[in-house]
């Protein structure tokens, strides 16, 4: 048994996949480089008013009720890809017949997905789920299957050897439509329709009663392939294709626009549809990638824009990397919408393209008695909150670095999970604690009085506590380190505890040897 | 139907909401007093104005949360260790021992296997120090405040830290404001307090503060204060010369009094903020 899904109006409904708000509205698509644009396909509000492809844009334009919109190759090939993922999701072996048909061999299938009908109806239901409204038959051969959809909308289930009655009532054109773009072979099926049309042959039962010798002696073998068609006895084998496991999405704006919030719209769309047909995979993502085409300036100066280049759109781009494969649609918004917060792109949006890297789901089982851990989709959203509220380059996990040098560390993102395979062997007694110190960022510039060489006073003129007479003290530690690069460095080093107004601390002060002066790094606490 | 929720509008004459009339969005209904029924139900009261509190011989005992270790031995032995679900205050003045007590805590917690964070309100935390004392950094968020004036740092603190309690997961959460002025900290309302207390309640965190002075009230389950004493700087010297030079010195121990000064965890009254018990403990000098 096999299924064809078939995209009515195929133009429109990519459209109306990333815009659903148009569905009760007139719309018409146009192509053409300007002023030559012309109608290309309407859906069939349109058609009521009186909109019919090859009219000009001047010409639909009139119309008040009547949306135009640009014919977006990219928005088609998105809806192309959306219907294979739907296809590929109930069937290995799919036949990519044409952008607006896929063919899926569901022989075996029953068993997995439940009786004919069944599968039929959720094919439909997730084809609409990706935004797409399509028609779906079930017939014993792929032919048949492919007529069916072309000719009887919704969801249809033909039983075995009753092709021919259940295709009879369908119009001869449906034999023609989905014929390659070739003049020739559009010519030539001009031709044949015309034939028909002057034998009173209306529908598919007609044809398929004539006599199969006297058919084949008029229209030859392909009179014959068509009658074959029209009885619903075709047999041929699929030709299987791969679906590329490409997830773009993009969307083209009639006005730029210029705030976040609006943007925040187009964006959860797209991501909705690009999480469903991922989840239609099987399939994650750990990389998001967002390209946005800005008004350039040129743009708003009309006199520079006679010059090409300045006149040319300005990319921006943004990538999302994270931590282990996710799918959310509205954890993947609110990431976005953080890190546009953050780096705004600075001009109106013209065009909105947004790509999923894929990868395969996280495989991972919690344990009763492990400790507790942040969930990975959660912890991801607080650190963007939180890098947006301090700035990304201070808030992660450390990373010591390999050198004497103080402040010898580097922030690196906060991955605890993709840790926890370390090996951790170190003893699990109680370990001697170590005094700690806690750093002045940046150290505190101080005068030292130095009384018979030995150090007696120090005073800070930043931070009032940290001044007063020198206690004790132990040092200098010289240090030095670098010396063959520009960042050199050398020091002398004391610990000293200082005697305050109320109180007695103890400090570390550093003498550079390099860039002279004096300062307090840190308190021993 | 399940049991009507007890809170304090009983006092005051509103009707109670029974959880799954709230669940279904039905108004909430007035209880039926048992006493006009003329059923009694034992362990009810017969008073109508009272009908559906529960009494407190039926309330349940809070279960007292879990315990664990500091990372000082003496500390635990102190305070029992540090609660989980609780707010615990650490305070005193610079070089009392705040920072070394609260690296031997995240020790214990990454060597746990547990996630740690640090709120760094002034920037403060030294990783040599935090490796030194055995902190698996890897298992250990650092989020550094203090860029700007000490107010949008506090500013930026707080909302780090209701955000990270918002999320969970979290073994130990470690607010550091030992570094703010005491005059700034209390510029914190009791609210927020209040509110990450509950936030952190029922839940396997160990919320932790350091700071100078004591500023979330009764909101800290325990409250510990940390400061010097006696001669508490312990030096490595070479006898052989009677006034050796500083260079030869080592700075090798710190002796630190601890003080509990509130603890809310064991159930008896609560004890006056005078000084309790004592404990000492040492710190030795890592080797940078």
């Known amino acids: 048994m096999f299924a064809c899904i078939f995209v009515p109006n195929f133009p429109v409904a990519a459209v109306f996949r990333v815009e659903p708000e148009l569905r009760a509205r007139a719309v018409a698509i146009f192509e053409g480089k300007p002023p030559l644009e012309k109608v290309f396909a309407v859906n069939e509000s349109a058609g009521r008013v009186g909109i019919a492809p090859g009219m000009t844009k001047a010409q639909a334009e009139l119309c008040s009720e009547l949306t135009l919109r640009p014919r977006s190759l990219l928005q088609e090939s998105a809806a192309h890809a959306a219907l294979l993922d739907c296809a590929q999701s109930f069937s290995p072996c799919v036949e ?146 791969e679906a590329p496991a490409v997830f773009e999405e993009a969307v083209e704006l009639e006005y730029p626009i210029v705030l976040l919030e609006p943007l925040a719209f187009l964006l959860n769309r797209l991501l909705e549809q690009i999480c469903a047909r991922l989840a239609s995979r099987a399939l994650n993502t750990q990389e998001l990638r967002l390209t946005l085409e800005l008004e350039s300036f040129s743009s708003f100066n009309q006199q520079s824009a006679i010059n090409d280049q300045q006149s040319r759109p300005k990319r921006f781009h943004r990538t999302l990397r994270l931590p282990i494969p996710m799918l959310d649609a509205k954890l993947f918004l609110k990431l976005l919408q953080l890190d546009l917060n953050a780096h705004p792109p600075g001009a109106p949006i013209l065009k909105i393209h947004l790509a999923a890297e894929p990868a395969r789901p996280r495989s991972a089982q919690g344990g009763l008695f492990q400790p507790p851990s942040p969930e990975p989709e959660k912890l991801e959203l607080t650190l963007a909150r939180i890098a947006g509220l301090v700035g990304e380059a201070r808030v992660g996990s450390l990373e010591l670095l390999d050198t004497h040098r103080v402040e010898a560390f580097r922030m690196r993102r906060f991955m605890p999970e993709a840790d926890s395979k370390v090996n951790r062997q170190k003893s699990s007694g109680e370990e001697q604690s170590v005094t700690a110190l806690r750093m002045f960022r940046p150290p505190l510039r101080v005068t030292v009085t130095l009384e018979n060489g030995e150090l007696a006073r120090v005073v800070c003129t930043k931070k009032k506590e940290v001044q007063g007479s020198v206690l004790w003290k132990a040092g200098p530690w010289r240090s030095s380190g670098d010396w063959w690069e520009r960042e050199a460095w050398a020091r002398d080093e004391w610990d000293i505890a200082l005697q305050n107004a109320d109180s007695v601390a103890l400090y570390r002060l550093v003498h550079n040897l390099l860039g002279g002066g004096w300062y307090v790094e840190g308190s021993y606490d | 139907m399940s049991s009507a929720v007890v809170s304090t509008s009983a006092a005051q004459g509103r009707p109670f909401a029974f959880d799954e009339d709230v669940a279904e969005g039905r108004p909430p209904q007035r209880v039926v007093p048992a006493i006009s029924t003329g059923v009694f139900i034992p362990g009810t009261f017969k008073d109508a104005r009272l009908a559906g509190v529960t009494p407190a011989s039926r309330l349940a005992v809070r279960p007292a949360p879990e315990m664990v270790s500091s990372g000082i031995a003496e500390m635990d032995a102190l305070t029992g260790g540090l609660p989980r679900g609780c707010l615990t205050e650490i305070c005193g003045p610079a070089s009392s021992g705040r920072t070394t007590l609260l690296l031997a805590a995240l020790a214990a917690a990454t060597r746990r296997g547990e996630c740690c964070v640090v709120v760094d309100a002034s920037d403060t935390l030294d990783p040599q120090s935090a490796t030194a004392a055995g902190v698996e950094l890897e298992r250990l968020l650092w989020v550094r405040c203090g860029e700007s004036s000490p107010q949008k740092c506090l500013e930026q603190l707080l909302r780090a830290a209701d955000l990270l309690l918002e999320s969970g997961g979290f073994g130990l959460i470690a607010l550091d404001l030992g570094d703010l002025p005491p005059q700034t900290a209390r510029h914190i309302p009791l609210t927020m307090w209040f509110r990450f207390r509950r936030a952190v309640e029922h839940t396997p965190t160990v919320l932790l503060a350091i700071e100078r002075q004591s500023i979330a009230g009764s909101c800290s389950s325990l409250l510990i204060k940390l400061g010097p004493q006696g001669k508490w700087i312990k030096e490595s010297t070479n006898s052989q010369f009677p006034a050796p030079p500083t260079h030869a010195q080592l700075l090798t121990e710190m002796e630190i009094t601890a003080e509990l000064v509130r603890s809310r965890l064991e159930r008896k009254p609560v004890r006056s903020a005078e000084k309790t018990r004592f404990q000492s403990f040492n710190v030795s000098r890592f080797q940078s």
């Not at chain 1, 599968?119 to 239901?125: G, L, N, Q, Y």
């Not at chain 1, 009887?152 to 773009?181: A, D, K, N, Q, Y």
């Open chain 1, 96 to 241: 990519d017949a044409a952008a607006d048909t896929a063919i899926l061999d569901l022989t075996g299938m029953e068993s997995l997905f439940g009786a004919l009908p069944e599968i039929a109806c959720d094919i439909f239901r997730r084809a609409a789920d990706l935004g797409l409204d399509v028609n779906v038959a079930v017939a014993s051969y792929p032919d048949a299957a492919a007529l069916a959809a072309h000719g009887i909308s919704g969801v249809t289930v033909i039983p075995p050897g009753e092709e021919g009655e259940s295709l009879g009532s369908l119009p001869v054109e449906v034999l023609f439509t989905g014929t390659s773009e070739d003049n020739d072979e559009q010519k030539e099926s001009a031709r044949l329709l015309a034939t028909l049309e002057r034998w009173g042959i209306r529908n598919l039962r007609a044809l398929a009663a004539l006599p199969e010798v006297a058919l084949s002696e008029r229209l030859g073998q392909e009179g014959l392939r068509l009658q074959q068609l029209a009885r619903g006895a075709a047999s041929r084998t699929l030709v299987p294709v």
